[in-house]
């Protein structure tokens, strides 16, 4: 036999081993590269990828955004977008501080200072080349086509240049200030953490709850009670605060509490809150050095809550952020218990190096045994932890900067008005985010991060560095040693004061790492940059990872804004809240036009994955047994507005569908190799004597095409799925399921159709399901592209939407017939006498395919009579209202002579009967079988007769043999001669030749009592 013209498919696709040999050929002939040079001067579609961050290997939730990134780059690239496909990695800052600590056994700032910290920013650099190396690995493995080796790094010292030149801007605007305040800290990392890093970062939790006497000075025998959760601030305790319009009362025991509180108790006396205050209590921990000299007194406070407690709030403004702003108000005094590791300082005493949650239960001992402890149990509450290392939080005092937002909160709520949000409310959520946020905290005290670039001289100056050479120009020292603009080394580079001339240093502080990432619409496209530096990014610690150029200001007004970012949700408060600030600061502009946001990953389950709950996939399990392509359909699959359910199951049943659409490729090139049918790429349109059938696929598939497209225009790959599931459906059950023996008889304008479906269906699908598309283009287009990502986007026309409709009416047809004949229990074999039609005007020319395909004889269109209506009067309403009439009316009714009218009504003998006058039964009447649903009925005429019964049998035989045909395993095209029980002498009488044909018999011998095949030699 001739080699056939297309390979042969297996059964099922290995879908893993088929991926890798796509990989190995897009590699050996430079595919990625064919495209970009076929597309260089096209439309330019700007895309800036969110840099990963480069702690980790490549997990399943990042391949998520990942897969949507490539879709819509591959889809863009079909419609012949230039792009410039440069991927990022975020390199500082505490997650890789806090994985390289990890790796080191290293758990506090001292050690890691004992360690050194130029060894540890070595460290740090090497975390992040190996994360690099896992993700390009994983990300390739993906399919994602990127300009791998021209990443952005965001350690490099340009990309930290222009972060110094923002700051610098900002300090011009006078928006940089230092604070002093009460934040949230980190007591591991040591460091203070900003409002955007505390969203999701709320546990259940459950603490100490505290009630505690303060014994009033000048009152012997009273106290104020005060509640807490955090016993280690009581030490820093400097005022109660009472709500002034509330009312207080006095128990028989002398405590001072709420009444609204404690609605059922009864006092001695009561007072409002206003009178309370200015009496003066002694502190819970007077005796200890730092609260010994202070007068504590009660304070007012309208914010006072009479939900929890006991109304009377102890206040220590060193711990908290109201108590903090109380202390400015009322001029109280702040102490200060713990330091950078949250340890209380040695002037505490018995208390001085116990953590927070150390001193906790010491300090409930010690208040019992001092005889002021009234209650004290466990409290179950939210409370915020680190979102890196997962310690809980405390409220610390801190110099920190801060950026002002006060003159950039509205031109950033008007720049995020003029970004296309999908979904849109994630457009809202970032507004109200804008609305609603508090000056941007930027400063860490860690080490491997940007450094500040300020320095704050004796003198009152404070110098801004704008970039590497202004720091040359300016410095006193160090300059040689400067490896990286970074810790350890830019530490010892001091400024000279221009105020006074002093020698200044830089303040140890590093930046959010938000700033890293948000600066990247203008550090990787050369913003304000006089000269193209090739490999100008490859500087400071991403020398030699990258050969990405630092292009110049042309280029970037050519390239920003993006054309479209993608992201997770939460990186609206991150990523794209810090892109924006950066671009408000600098261009008065949003950075992105279209915005795709997406929700969050959890197991198949609906749970969050988590390593110690057994239920996290790594992407390397996922690529084996699922394979790059099912889990891209499982991400493109999802709607972006509702969280991802990922996992083996949902990919099971993508398998279980793609395996419908490998079985009609597999069919097409079977039929295609057995008539020898070679379509050539030249001449791809179907064209010439097409079958009503033909004519159809191609106006069905210029719709697929039509809604793919509407689909990634609306950056909705679930469209482009769902729009793919039904073309599926009416390609593999319609037209192929009744097309078969056209296939059988190697009809050309069948063969070409189909073919054409399919080359189209690959060029559609191929952004989202790259690999297998590619290994199906491959075999089916002989003298086409070579890829089908080379293919171009398919240039259809707009399809004929009354066909389609009008087969679309058909196909509602045959599923409500189908349904009738399962109610009525008749198996699908079984031919019937006739089918009644009620409500698809657009089917009547196509009876005859309904016929065929319900093995129907006769299909008539008309009114369902087959549903019986039963009209009788309501006889004590109706009788009184027509008196002798009932009678002649009652005869019409039982006649059947009425017309049904809307709502319920009925006209007879030219009169109208309200609902309530009569009584109304509907039922199928014997004999039939009926299903309707959106407006059409159908009714199947169940009656057998010998024919009908005889034709069953025919069907039978038929499908037996063909079955037998597969287990002996023949071929196709194989010629038999089939021997049939002499039982059956009658069937093959009536009906042999038909058999005969359908089975590929060349004689039919009647002997015995056993049904047989033989190959014909
Ligand atoms: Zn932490
Ligand atoms: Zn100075």
Known sequence: MDEPIFAQLPDKPDHPGLELEVLARWERERTFERLREQNRGGPIFSFVDGPVTANKELGVHTAWGRTLKDAFQRYKALRGHEQRYQNGFDCQGLWIEVGVEHDLGLNSKREIEEFGLEEFARRCREKVVWSAEQLWAGSKRLGM?????????????TNIEYVWRMLKRVHEQDWLYKGHRATEWCPRCGTSISQHELIGSYVDRADPSLYVRLPLLDRPGEFLVVWTTTPWTLPANVAAAVNPAAEYGRRANGEWVAVGRYPDESFEETRRGSELVGRRYRGPFDELAPAAALDHRVIPWGDVSLAEGTGIVHIAPGCGAEDFELSREHGLPVLAPVDESGRFYDDYGWLHGLSTVEAAEQIIGDLSEKGVLVESGLYEHRYPECWRCHTPLIFRLADDWFISVRDLRQPMRDANATVEWTPEYMGKRMDDWLANMGDWNISRRRYYGLPLPFYPCACGQLT?????????????????????????????VPVRCAACGEPVERIAEVGDVWLDAGIVPFSTLGWENDTWVPEGFGTGAAKGLTTADLPDHAYWERWFPADWVSEMREQIRLWFYSQLFMSVVLVGRAPFRQVLGYEKMLDETGREMHGSWGNTISADEAFERMGADVMRWQYCAQPPDRNLLFGFGPADEIKRRLLTFWHTVKFFVDYANIAGFRPSWADRE?????????????????????????????????????????????????????????????????????????????????????????????????DGPDSVHLSGWPDAAEPDR????????????????????????????????????????????????????????????????????RVKPNLPVLGPKLGKELGVVRAALQAGEFEELDGGRFRVLGRELEPEEVLVERGGREGWAVASADG???????????????EAEAYDLIHRVNSMRKEHGLELTDRIVLTV?????????????????????????IAGAELLIEKRA
């Open 686 to 782: 179907p064209a010439g004597e097409l079958a009503p059938l033909d004519r159809w696929l191609v106006e069905r598939t210029r719709a697929f095409v039509a809604d793919g497209a509407a689909g990634y225009e609306a950056w909705l790959t679930v469209d482009v799925m769902r729009a793919f599931d039904e073309y599926l459906d009416d390609l593999s059950n319609w037209y192929v399921r009744r097309s078969r023996r056209r296939f059988w008889d190697g009809e050309a304008a069948a063969l070409r159709t189909l073919w054409h479906a399919l080359v189209q269906t690959l060029r559609v699908l191929s952004p989202i399901l790259p690999f297998v598309t590619d290994h199906l283009w491959r075999n089916l287009v002989l």
């Open 145 to 157: 086509w990127m300009d791998w080796g021209r990443d952005y790094f965001t350690f490099s010292d």
């Open 802 to 869: 009354g066909l389609l409709a009008e087969i679309a009416a058909v196909r509602r047809v045959v599923e409500l017939g189908r349904r009738a004949r399962g109610e009525a229990g008749i198996k699908n074999r079984q031919p019937l006498r006739r089918l009644v039609v009620e409500g698809a005007p657009r089917a009547v020319s196509n009876a005859d395919e309904i016929a065929d395909e319900l093995r129907v004889k006769r299909v008539e269109f008309h009114r369902v009579e087959a549903v019986e209506l």
């Open 936 to 950: 059409v009925t159908v009714a199947l005429e169940l009656a057998l007769d010998d024919e009908l019964l005889l």
């Open 981 to 1005: 029980p002499e039982a059956q002498h009658g069937l093959i009488d009536r009906h042999g030749e038909w058999i005969a044909g359908e089975v590929l018999a060349t004689e039919i011998r």
């Open 464 to 492: 801004v560095i704008g970039s590497r050479r202004e720091l040359e120009e300016r410095a006193v020292e160090g300059l040689e040693q400067l490896e990286e603009l970074r810790r350890p080394w830019i530490d010892r």
